[in-house]
Structure formats: structure tokens, C-alpha cells
């Protein structure tokens, strides 16, 4: 492993040695360089340099400093920042355990408590990321990784073998090239690592429903504090407690209303939190304390994570949709995992590091599949279909198979196939009979679910590349007027995704 090496400046005041010009300070080296360190950076480098590896984490945000995030962390994520030891300053922020989840679809009420393992913390939390990334980017300092705030990654340097093997970084004015063994991307969705080494996107689905949420004080909420995920026609609502005695509401209308929500953005959230029934028994004194934030560009998307010599983590390699609230909690599985491959091997045998981020995106890309499908089917706008809804109800009628998915599967100690297969489908399809549809409908309701999930194992296994979706000029000219597109909306300031003018085709799933 190697160490930083800093350039000495000659003593203020003693002439050069010479009137030639000195040499070229030696460039720092460092095993791995991380680009981002707010949650899977910050994670992944806290991991690797308790490991002793030598860690440069940047990021050209300084801490704490804000991030357009919902800030819920599923029980697992909990667990991996508890394995990170960081639980008690989580506690100390004052935001509760999220311990039930109160699910109702179309009346039909999928609650559930969240289950308590030994060892586990009880459940998931949610705290507002200028705190949650402040604590995270400590525990990475503590740990011995130098970070480096307000630091943009400029370009990527490679060795005659086309390895990456350094990066050119640019700190408050200055310019400097820095030598390492791995780069890592943990700069979110609009990944400049991304760009500078050529990582492909495939499996790409545009997003059907745009989210905008805020946050709330005088909510009253009795009994255990609880993740609320409410869907009644075309409407759905995401909602939960988070530090400081706030609340968020996020609402997720379907993108066809998104120009007509833009027209008077904060009336028509209030609105559409209003009109959540669910809702409205802890609502009734609560009073809006932030402007409604959000984003009508959130395609899903796998990425290329691995090459020689760089990688690439959280949002930067896989984005899902974001109403089952799974990202911040994928971005720290998924950095603790890349750190028990890398650490594995001496990073400096380049073969055997390669090999081992092969095999870490591999790893992701099944861990994360079936739940990607998931959030899709989850947030397909308009109103649930008939398959849909009987599976709901054969959920809901059964304790333990209601218990397993919507506290094991959205907690990821569950996977989706594991409660979603054929033995629930058949269960449904006796449902449909029994309310009504014909024996020609069911059947023909059921072969076109199995026809999906054969396309999607397909896919899984020879992904489909292509670029993502994005606007045009001329849509980004409408969208600035108020009318919807697939793209970037002017209003999402914290969000720094760029446009571009690449047309593309969906993933039809």
C-alpha cells in the first residue's frame, strides 16, 4: 500500500540552489480515490481505510451542505451505518425509528409492524441529509481517509494499457494530478467518473410519475412512528417522521399532470397532500415549513460499474425509482460490499483487483435487479390493474406473506421473487375468478406477467444498452414554461443533472 507523499515548498526566503527551474513535484499516490463522499463514498471510504488502505475521498460540495434527497433509510441501510458505527449519533439527531409501515392500496390495508432481529436496530430512520452526510463524512475522517471538500474531479489519467491510473482534480483554483491504484465514482446519477471512463447505461426505463415533497411541523402521529405508503385510484403518497420533529410528505402524481402542477407548483402539492384520506387524521394542525422540492427526471438505469482500474457505486451505477425509498439504503450495501472486494486482494496486483470488481458488479447487478422491477411496477401510473389488485388482496389476506413483503422485501432481507412468485400468482388468478373475470381474461392477464418477468431475467442476464432519456433543447425551452417532459425542470436547483440532447428508446418491461 503507499502513502501520501506531499511536495515540500523550499524554506521562505533561501535562494534556489540553481537557476534552472525545479523539478515537477511527484504527484500524491494513493490506493483508491473516491469522487463523492456523501453515503456510498463517505461509507466506502470509512470501510477501506479502517482496512489500512490509503483513501482520498472528494467531493466539490463542503459539508454539511444540502442534497435533493427524501432521506429515508430502509432498516437495512440502518444496519449497514450501524456496522459502520454511527448508530448513537443517528439516535442523538432525535429522529425516530421508523418501526411499522401503514400500506394502503385502494382500501386494501397492507400494514405491518417491522420485525425485530437480534443485533438489528428496530427499524429505518430518516434524517435530512445535511446532518445524515455530515456524520457520514466524519466517521470517513475518523477512519484515517483524507477528505477533500469543494474539489471537482477535472479528468482521468491512464496508462499505456488504457488503466486508469490517476486523476486530475481541481481544489479552489488549484490544479493537481493525483496517482491511484482504484477510482471510485460515488458522485450520483450525473456521474462525472461515469463520463470520463465511458461506463454504459442499459436496462434503461423512463420514470412514469414525477415526486415533489416538503416537510411539515404539528403533525400528530399515535402509536409506533411509521413509513405511510398510500395509492388510492392514480394517487400516491409516501410519508414519515424525521429528525427535528418534522414530517415529509412526498406526492408522486403521474408525469401527464406534471405542466399543470408546475403552473402553481406549492398550491397544487398542498392539494394533492390534502386529498390523501390516510392522511388526514395526523394532518389536521400540521402546518408546511418548507418549499415543496422534487423532480420530474428520474429514469431508472443500470450502469457499466467496473473497468480496469475504477468503479463506480450508488447512484452512480444503478438508480431505481424513488418511491419505495431504496437508494440511500442500495448506495450503503452496495459501498460495504465493495469494500470486502477490494480489501480482499493487495490492491496493487492490478489483474486480481480487476477480477474482483468484476466479480462486485456482477454481485450488483443481481442484488439489485429484482427490486428494480419492483419500484417500476410500484410506481406504474394510473390506476392499479386487475392483477394488481387481486395480488394486493391474496397480500393483504395472509399475515405472514403481508409480513414478508412489505417488511422483508422493502427492507431488502427479503427478495421480491421469494414472495412474488408463481405460488402467489396462482392465488390471484383464483381471486380474479372469484370477483368476476373471465377464465380467458385471467389466463390472459397471468401468461403476459410471466411473459415480463422472461424478458426481464433476459435482460438481467444480456442487458440492453442504450443511453438514458433526455430532453431536447426545445423541451427543455417548454419545460421552462411549465410543460412536462422527460428531463431536468428548472425549479431542481440542488439537483446538478445536465441535459443533453441523445434521444433514446425505453426498456419496455
Not at 334 to 363: S, Y
Not at 406 to 418: F, I, K, N, Q, T
Not at 466 to 486: C, H, I, M, T, V
Request: glycine fraction near 8%; charged fraction near 25%; hydrophobic fraction near 40%.
Amino acid at each position: 500500500m503507499s502513502s501520501p507523499d506531499p511536495a515540500r515548498a523550499p524554506a521562505p526566503g533561501l535562494p534556489s540552489p540553481s537557476r534552472s527551474p525545479s523539478p515537477s513535484p511527484s504527484p500524491r499516490r494513493y490506493d483508491v480515490v473516491v469522487v463523492g463522499t456523501r453515503i456510498a463514498g463517505a461509507c466506502l471510504a470509512t470501510h477501506l481505510a479502517r482496512r489500512g488502505l490509503t483513501v482520498l475521498a472528494v467531493d466539490r460540495a463542503d459539508f454539511p451542505s444540502d442534497t435533493l434527497s427524501t432521506h429515508l433509510v430502509q432498516v437495512s441501510g440502518v444496519r449497514s451505518m450501524q456496522r459502520l458505527g454511527v448508530l448513537e449519533e443517528l439516535r442523538r439527531t432525535g429522529a425516530p425509528f421508523l418501526t411499522a409501515a401503514h400500506v394502503v392500496y385502494d382500501g386494501v390495508d397492507l400494514s405491518t409492524p417491522v420485525r425485530s432481529e437480534a443485533d438489528w436496530p428496530p427499524g429505518g430512520i430518516s434524517v435530512n441529509r445535511s446532518t445524515l452526510d455530515a456524520i457520514l463524512v466524519g466517521a470517513a475522517r475518523a477512519a484515517g481517509a483524507e477528505v477533500r471538500p469543494r474539489t471537482s474531479l477535472r479528468d482521468v489519467t491512464r496508462d499505456p494499457t488504457g488503466r486508469v491510473n490517476g486523476v486530475l482534480l481541481r481544489t479552489r483554483g488549484r490544479h493537481e494530478t493525483v496517482r491511484t491504484r482504484l477510482l471510485v465514482g460515488a458522485d450520483g446519477r450525473n456521474s462525472t467518473v461515469a463520463d470520463l471512463v465511458g461506463a454504459r447505461t442499459y436496462n434503461v426505463t423512463a420514470n412514469q410519475r414525477f415526486v415533489y415533497w416538503a416537510e411539515f411541523d404539528g403533525v400528530t402521529e399515535t402509536g409506533p412512528a411509521c413509513v405511510h405508503h398510500h395509492r388510492q385510484g392514480a394517487e400516491l403518497t409516501v410519508a414519515f417522521q424525521s429528525d427535528g420533529g418534522r414530517f415529509v410528505v412526498m406526492i408522486c402524481p403521474g408525469l401527464d399532470t406534471f405542466a399543470d402542477f408546475k403552473r402553481d407548483l406549492a398550491a397544487r402539492y398542498d392539494a394533492a397532500v390534502a386529498a390523501c384520506a390516510p392522511l388526514k387524521p395526523l394532518m389536521a394542525n400540521a402546518r408546511r415549513v418548507s418549499r415543496p422540492v422534487g423532480t420530474a427526471y428520474a429514469p431508472g438505469f443500470f450502469r457499466e460499474s467496473a473497468g480496469p482500474g475504477w468503479a463506480l457505486v450508488g447512484d452512480a451505477g444503478h438508480f431505481k425509482d424513488p418511491t419505495l425509498g431504496q437508494g440511500i439504503s442500495d448506495a450503503l450495501r452496495q459501498a460495504e460490499t465493495l469494500a470486502d472486494h477490494v480489501a480482499a486482494v493487495d490492491v496493487g496486483d492490478a489483474a486480481r483487483l480487476d477480477r474482483q470488481l468484476t466479480r462486485w458488479r456482477r454481485w450488483r447487478d443481481r442484488d439489485a435487479a429484482a427490486m428494480y422491477w419492483l419500484a417500476w411496477d410500484f410506481s406504474a401510473a394510473g390506476e392499479l390493474g386487475p392483477l394488481e389488485r387481486a395480488l394486493m388482496a391474496c397480500i393483504a389476506a395472509d399475515p405472514s406473506v403481508r409480513q414478508r413483503f412489505v417488511d422483508g422485501v422493502l427492507s431488502h432481507r427479503v427478495s421480491p421473487h421469494e414472495v412474488v412468485g408463481p405460488r402467489l400468482l396462482l392465488r390471484a388468478a383464483r381471486h380474479m375468478r372469484r370477483t368476476g373475470s373471465s377464465r380467458r381474461a385471467v389466463a390472459r392477464v397471468i401468461a403476459g406477467r410471466l411473459a415480463v418477468e422472461a424478458r426481464r431475467q433476459a435482460l438481467t442476464r444480456r442487458p440492453r444498452y442504450e443511453p438514458l432519456p433526455k430532453p431536447s433543447a426545445a423541451s427543455a425551452a417548454r419545460a421552462r414554461a411549465g410543460d412536462a417532459w422527460q428531463g431536468d425542470i428548472a425549479d431542481d436547483t440542488a439537483d446538478d443533472t445536465a441535459p443533453s440532447r441523445r434521444p433514446t428508446r425505453r426498456v419496455t418491461p
